[in-house]
C-alpha cells in the first residue's frame, strides 16, 4: 500500500471512529447559514472555524494527496477571525459573511498579500490596493484564508497553453529553482499536454475527486479546494469558461453572473469584453449569499453602470422550494452526444425538473453559424485584449516588474529568470507578435458585430420560446487526465464561451456522478440579470437531487464535525 493510500485509509478509518451527532453540524455540508446560526448560538467562533479549514489545508494540500491549492497563505487569518469575533461578542455583526473564511483566486488583487496571477515573474508583487470585490468582502467580514492556483494569468488564446513547472509549496516559490525537466507522458503531474490549473508561480493543482484528472482552469485552484473543503466558499475569474469548467470538473456551485454586475476592478484582467469573476461554493445558497455583498456600481469599472437597479443585496430571498413549478426550461441539444455518462446524469436531471413540475421545451438547437463563430471570435478578441490590457494592469504595479507583454515574454526567454514554463513562455512571445491592435477593423469587426450576433441569436431563442432559463451540460464531458489538451477541456465542444460573448449569467449546480466517480453538473443559463430566476431553480433542483459529493482524495476528518 502506497503512503499517500495508507494516509487517506487511516484519515477515513480515523472519521469513522467518531459518531456524528444528530445536532451537529458537517463541514462540507453546513451553508452560510448554518455557521451564523452556530456563532450566533456560541457554539462556533469565526477563530475556531479558521482553524478547522487551516487543519484540512494542513492534511491535503501539501501532503496525503497533494492538491496544491495554495499559493499564498495568509498568515493574519486567525489574527483576522479573532478580531471578528471579538466584534461579534460586543454586538456588532456586519452581515451574513461575518467570519466566514473564504480563499480567492490568485488574480485577485490584495493589497497586503502578493498577487501574482500565477506568474512567477510577479512573484512577491503587492498591488496597490484591494479589488472592489476584495474590499466589499473584507467589509462584509470573510476572513481571507489564502491565495489559491490557477492558470496562468487565467489562460486563453495563445497565452492559454497552461505552464509547465514543478508543483508549488506553500506561501512562497523559489525563483532561482532549477528549471524541470520536460514533461513525460508517464509522469501524472506533468502530461505531455499542459493540463489546466497549472502556473510556473504555483504548479500543478489536480482534481480531489480523482488526483490523475484535471480540476480544469483556470480556477481549478479555487474549484479544487472548495470540493476538498479548504474553505466556504472562493472567488473564481471566467472569461470563456474559467468558472464554470472548474466547477463541473471538482462537482461544486458556482455562477458566472451577468456582465456587469460584479465589478472587475482589481481583477488581472485576460479580456475585459468577457472577464467577470464569480463565487464558487458547495452549495446554491452559499453562492447567493456572497453575490449579495459584493453587487454595487463601481465608477472605476464602466460595465457596473448597467446594473443600477438590477442588482440585488440579499439573493438569498429567492432560494425557495418549488421555484421550478410552471417555469418553462429549455434543453441545449447541441452539448448533448460527447459522453455516455455525462448525457446518463443529464437525462435524469431533465426528469427530475419534469418531476419538479418544470414545462421542459426539448430540444432548443441553436442555428449552426453562431455556434460555428463563437470560437474564432472569442479567441482573435482576447488575443488582442489581453496583449493592451496586461500592460494596464503592470503599470500599477511597483518598480522591478514587466511593464507590458513584450517585457513579459523577454523577462521569460531570459535563462537568469529561471522561469519554469517553456510553453507559456513561448505562448507570451506568440501573443505578443501576434495578436491585433484594439483599433484593427477586423478586431472592431468581431467586437461591435460577432458579439452582437450571439447576444441577438440567443435572445431570440428565449423570445421565441419564451424561456425563463436554457440548460446544458455545463461541460459536456466529466474532467479529463491532467494531460487532455485545452487545459482541462478534454477537447470538448463545450456551450460555456456564450455566456462570455453575450455577457448573460450562468448557474453550475451538481447533478450526479459517473459510474467512474467523476462529477456532472448542469447550467441554467438566463438572460441578462436573471440572476435570482437562476438562483431560485437552481436552488430548488438542489434541494431535490443533493449531488454533492466528498471527493475521495480528502475524506472527512475528525475536526469536520462541528458540536451545534
Known amino acids: 500500500m502506497t503512503t499517500r493510500l495508507l494516509f487517506i485509509v487511516l484519515l477515513t478509518l480515523a472519521f469513522v471512529s467518531a459518531p ?11 451553508t452560510i447559514a448554518d455557521l451564523q446560526a452556530a456563532m450566533a448560538k456560541g457554539t462556533l467562533t469565526s477563530e475556531k472555524l479558521t482553524q478547522l479549514y487551516l487543519a484540512r489545508i494542513a492534511a491535503y494540500d501539501q501532503q496525503g494527496p497533494n492538491i496544491n491549492v495554495v499559493i499564498y497563505a495568509n498568515p493574519k487569518a486567525l489574527e483576522t477571525a479573532r478580531a471578528l469575533d471579538a466584534e461579534r461578542k460586543a454586538g456588532k455583526v456586519r452581515g451574513p459573511l461575518h467570519g466566514i473564511p473564504i480563499i480567492l483566486k490568485d488574480n485577485y488583487n490584495t493589497g497586503d498579500m502578493p498577487t501574482t496571477a500565477g506568474c512567477q515573474l510577479l512573484d512577491g508583487s503587492l498591488p496597490p490596493a484591494d479589488a472592489f470585490v476584495v474590499k466589499k468582502l473584507r467589509e462584509a467580514g470573510a476572513v481571507i484564508l489564502a491565495k489559491v492556483n490557477l492558470s496562468e494569468f487565467a ?39 499542459i493540463p489546466g490549473a497549472q502556473s510556473s508561480q504555483g504548479g500543478l493543482t489536480v482534481n480531489p475527486h480523482d ?95 448597467s446594473s443600477d437597479g438590477e442588482f440585488q ?33 443529464m437525462e435524469e436531471s431533465i426528469a427530475k425538473l419534469k418531476e419538479l413540475g418544470a414545462t421542459v421545451i426539448d430540444p432548443i438547437k441553436l442555428p449552426p453559424p453562431m455556434l460555428g463563430a463563437r470560437g474564432g471570435i472569442s479567441t482573435l478578441m482576447i488575443e488582442a485584449e489581453f496583449k493592451a490590457q496586461i500592460a ?100 470538448a465542444v463545450s456551450p460555456s464561451g456564450i455566456a462570455n460573448q453575450t455577457g448573460f449569467p450562468d448557474l453550475i449546480v451538481p447533478a450526479g456522478m459517473t459510474k467512474d466517480g467523476l462529477p456532472v453538473t448542469i447550467s441554467f443559463f438566463g438572460l441578462a440579470y436573471s440572476e435570482p430566476k437562476l438562483l431560485s431553480y437552481g436552488y430548488d433542483f438542489e434541494q431535490a437531487t443533493h449531488a454533492l459529493k466528498t471527493p475521495k482524495f480528502t475524506p472527512a476528518i475528525p475536526s469536520d464535525t462541528i458540536s451545534n
Open 392 to 491: 494596464d494592469y503592470l503599470a500599477t504595479l511597483k518598480p522591478g516588474y514587466p511593464r507590458n507583454l513584450a517585457e513579459l515574454a523577454a523577462k521569460a526567454a531570459d535563462p537568469e529568470s529561471h522561469y519554469r514554463s517553456d510553453s507559456k513562455r513561448d505562448g507570451l512571445k506568440r501573443n505578443d507578435e501576434q495578436a491585433l491592435a484594439l483599433t484593427d477593423p477586423v478586431y472592431l469587426s468581431a467586437k461591435n458585430e460577432g458579439i452582437d450576433f450571439v447576444k441577438a441569436v440567443m435572445i431570440a431563442e428565449f423570445e421565441k420560446n419564451k424561456l425563463d432559463a436554457l440548460v446544458y451540460p455545463t461541460s459536456p464531458r466529466p474532467a479529463p487526465p491532467l494531460g487532455a489538451p485545452g487545459g482541462g477541456g478534454g477537447g
Open 20 to 30: 456524528v451527532r444528530a445536532d451537529s453540524l458537517i463541514l462540507e455540508t453546513a
Open 211 to 305: 488526483i490523475t484528472k484535471s480540476p480544469a482552469g483556470s480556477s481549478g485552484g479555487t474549484g479544487a479546494g472548495i470540493a476538498a473543503v479548504f474553505a466556504q466558499f472562493g472567488m473564481g475569474s471566467d472569461t470563456g469558461g474559467s468558472i464554470r469548467g472548474p466547477c463541473s470538473a471538482n462537482g461544486i456551485a458556482g455562477l458566472k453572473p451577468t456582465r456587469g454586475l460584479l465589478s472587475r476592478s482589481g481583477i488581472v484582467p485576460l479580456a475585459l469584453s468577457f472577464d467577470t469573476g464569480g463565487p464558487m461554493a458547495r452549495s446554491v445558497y452559499d453562492v447567493a449569499a456572497a453575490l449579495g455583498v459584493m453587487t454595487g456600481v463601481d465608477p472605476t469599472d464602466a460595465a457596473t453602470y
Open 313 to 345: 443585496k440579499d439573493y438569498t430571498k429567492y432560494l425557495k422550494i418549488g421555484s421550478l413549478k410552471g417555469a418553462r426550461i429549455g434543453v441545449a441539444r447541441d452539448f448533448f452526444g460527447q459522453n455516455e455518462e455525462t448525457d446518463r446524469v
Open 155 to 193: 489562460g486563453g488564446g495563445s497565452i492559454g497553453t497552461g505552464a509547465g513547472g514543478r508543483g508549488g509549496r506553500g506561501a512562497a516559490v523559489d525563483p532561482n529553482a532549477p528549471v524541470p525537466p520536460p514533461p513525460t507522458l508517464t509522469s501524472p503531474r506533468h502530461g505531455a499536454n
